[in-house]
Structures are given as structure tokens and as C-alpha cells.
């Protein structure tokens, strides 16, 4: 339980880190279109 929450922990951290740097690099327009892609 502990390994699996520490998990879930690692990829919300990793996915909030790739928000934001797509969102400074590429940009809200074409980051909103790539996520909407990828969901």
C-alpha cells in the first residue's frame, strides 16, 4: 500500500512538472491542444 501511494505521488509530481514546463516552452495554445490529444 505504502509503494503504491508512493507511486501515485511520483507521477502526480511528474505530470504537474511537465504541465509546467510545456505550458513555458510550447505555450497554453498548442499545450491545451496536445493535451486534449493525449485524453
Known amino acids: ?3 503504491y501511494n508512493f507511486l501515485i505521488t ?3 509530481t511528474y505530470e ?3 504541465i509546467k514546463f ?3 516552452l510550447i505555450g497554453p ?3 491545451y491542444r496536445h493535451f486534449k ?3
Open 22 to 24: 510545456s505550458s513555458i
Open 16 to 18: 504537474e512538472l511537465c
Open 10 to 12: 511520483i507521477r502526480i
Open 29 to 31: 495554445k498548442n499545450f
Open 1 to 3: 500500500m505504502y509503494s
Open 37 to 39: 490529444k493525449n485524453f
